[in-house]
Structure formats: structure tokens, C-alpha cells
């Protein structure tokens, strides 16, 4: 029974460390959304921005995507900013229909008591082709206390077949970075097929992550593991999305029960590519998991000794959080032993 709920809590503890390590990689490498069943993608730098969640409905036909601002080039950081990419089915024939209907709605949303509520007109424009609103409002700080906060946005209107794709910005304030920020972001996009018969490990790939961010963790393996078996044969992922396979594989593992080859997945991860300090992470959390003090403080040290590695999109060292404050390591916190090794590496 102890060793049935050790492999549990491991399971629990391992999956949501990665499932939240997975959607905070920093993004230099282009990104493609894709729905599960569709026969297009879209490629788009989200270089300036992390992102915090990233979804795709049980039906497979509504995407959802939010990330944070990076910070800024002067050091300052808006806690309030947020950007956003939705995939939907669209009630409208064109780009410029849709930010009607979206505008439509926003006026509609003029007096409201809760949520966003529209405090001045909507502006319509086009950067480079490309249907624009920007408008300001007011949005509650907080379920049910009287506290609102005055937000700017910008949002941008794509359609696709039968989808429709809006980028939104929004901060209680946009000034010329954040607008040339989302500028670049609208640069990057491009629409690009993706063919049902396509045998290459990106395609793959992205068949895997679909699935995986349904949840459908079992069909997502298929697929991912086709991928790295491409990999394995010649690595031709950018370094960024070959860390997300791993990553995304080894979690798909770990939901699914199956623990050994999920550390199997980590330990060949960790064998072409040491210096990527996550993986240590990842690897110390299953060690802790299993009561193994020596092996956790081993993998820690070892992720410390990479730290450098540790990289926002514009190159910024991250640091790596503080092994004292994660739940994973709960039971060594008033270990002795554990407490000098983490003292020693947080220097």
C-alpha cells in the first residue's frame, strides 16, 4: 500500500511539474497551433512573451493560449499584461467581419458591472493588411470585491476556413515596446499546410501535442514517440521543441502509469542534452518522490551546475527556483543534509 501511494503521489507531483514546465519554455523557436483534425497550422514567434497555459477544448475545435510579458529591455515589468491567441469556430466570412462582430460586442459590453466593461470607443485600423481594434476598459481586479482596473488592449483578426484566430494584447497601459512587441508577433504569422500522410518528426510532433493538451495522453504517445524516433535517427527539432517532446513525452508516461518509461524517456534526455537543468529538476522530483535524499540532492546540484542554461527568449538568465519552496521536496525541508546542499547551490 506504501509503495502503491509513493508511486501515486510521484505520478501527481511528476505530471503537473512537467505539464507546468512544458508551457513555461521560453519562445525563441517559432511555435505552430494546430487543432487536432485540421489541415493547417499556424507559425508564430512568441519571442518577448512566456507562456503560462495553453489548451485545446475536448471536441478538438477551440485553442486557447495565454502568456506573460517578458521583461522589458529597461528592466520593468507590468504585472497586469496579458496576451492571448484564440482559435474558435468563426460566424464570419472574413478578418474584418470578425472584428465587427467583435466590436459589436464589446459596445455591447458598455455599463457592466462584472468582468470587462468597455469605457470609451472601440478604433478600427489595419496594420499591414491586417484588421485592428484597440480599445480601453475597465476589468474586475477580483471575483466579488468592488475593485476594477482601467485596461488597454489590442486585438488582431484572422479567418481560416471555417475558424476564426484573435490575437489580443492587453496591459493597464501600452506604450511604443509593447506595440512594436505586438507588432513583430503579427509579422510572424504565417498559415501553412499540414498533411494528413507527412512523416516528419515536427509533424508528429504537433499531432502529439494536440492530443496532449486534450488530454488524450495515451494517443499522444503514438504519436510523440514516432517523433523521437525520427529524432533518434537525426535531431532535427530546434533545441526548444526537442526539449518539449521529451518533456511532454515523459509526462504523457507518467499520466498514463507507466513510471519506468517515463524516467527512461528523462534519463535519454538528460544523456543528449546534460546541461539542460530541467531535466535534473524533473529527475530530482522522482528521486524525492522515492525517499532517495542522496539522488535528489545529486540532480539538484547537477541542475544548479547548469543554471546558465536557464534562458528567456531575448537570452536573460533566469534563476531557477528555490528547491525549499517546492511541495516535491516537502519531506527533506527540515533534513539538515538537504538544507546545507540547497544553501550551497542557491549561492
Not at 517559432?30 to 518577448?48: T, Y
Request: proline content about 4%; hydrophobic content about 40%; some cysteine.
Amino acid at each position: 500500500m506504501k509503495e502503491r501511494l509513493t508511486t501515486g503521489l510521484f505520478i501527481l507531483f511528476f505530471a503537473c511539474y512537467l505539464h507546468l514546465l512544458s508551457k513555461g519554455v521560453s519562445a525563441q523557436e517559432v511555435r505552430r497551433l494546430s487543432l487536432p483534425d485540421s489541415n493547417w497550422g499556424l507559425d508564430i514567434s512568441l519571442a518577448g512573451f512566456k507562456v503560462v497555459e495553453e489548451e485545446i477544448s475536448a471536441d478538438g475545435r477551440n485553442y486557447g493560449l495565454n502568456a506573460t510579458l517578458e521583461l522589458r529591455p529597461d528592466g520593468r515589468l507590468d504585472d497586469f499584461s496579458r496576451f492571448g491567441i484564440r482559435i474558435t469556430p468563426s460566424p464570419s466570412h472574413g478578418s474584418k467581419d470578425a472584428r465587427d462582430f467583435a466590436a459589436i460586442k464589446l459596445e455591447q459590453s458598455k455599463g457592466a458591472k462584472k468582468g470587462l466593461a468597455l469605457s470609451g470607443k472601440v478604433k478600427m485600423f489595419e496594420y499591414n493588411g491586417i484588421p485592428i481594434s484597440r480599445y480601453e476598459s475597465t476589468v474586475d481586479l477580483a471575483e466579488n470585491l468592488p475593485l476594477r482596473m482601467p485596461q488597454r488592449s489590442m486585438e488582431a483578426y484572422f479567418v481560416k476556413n471555417d475558424f476564426q484566430i484573435v490575437i489580443d494584447f492587453s496591459s493597464s497601459s501600452i506604450d511604443k515596446y509593447e506595440e512594436r512587441l505586438f507588432n513583430s508577433v503579427l509579422d510572424s504569422v504565417q498559415f501553412v499546410d499540414m498533411p494528413a500522410t507527412s512523416t516528419n518528426s515536427f509533424d508528429f510532433y504537433q499531432r502529439g501535442r494536440a492530443l496532449f493538451l486534450q488530454k488524450k495522453y495515451v494517443m499522444a504517445i503514438e504519436a510523440y514517440s514516432a517523433a523521437l524516433k525520427l529524432e533518434q535517427k537525426e535531431q532535427t527539432l530546434p533545441v526548444a521543441v526537442w526539449r518539449r517532446l521529451v518533456e511532454e513525452l515523459t509526462d504523457s508516461y507518467s499520466i498514463s502509469g507507466n513510471i519506468a518509461r517515463s524516467i527512461e524517456i528523462l534519463e535519454y534526455g538528460i544523456s543528449k542534452d546534460p546541461t539542460y537543468p530541467w531535466f535534473h529538476m524533473g529527475l530530482a522530483h522522482w528521486y524525492a518522490s522515492r525517499g532517495d535524499l542522496d539522488n535528489t540532492i545529486l540532480s539538484l546540484e547537477r541542475a544548479f551546475k547548469s543554471k546558465e542554461n536557464n534562458k528567456d527568449s531575448s537570452g536573460r538568465v533566469i534563476p531557477l527556483p528555490d528547491p525549499t519552496f517546492d511541495e516535491n521536496f516537502e519531506r527533506f525541508k527540515k533534513v539538515d543534509k538537504f538544507r546545507k546542499a540547497v544553501k550551497a547551490m542557491m549561492k
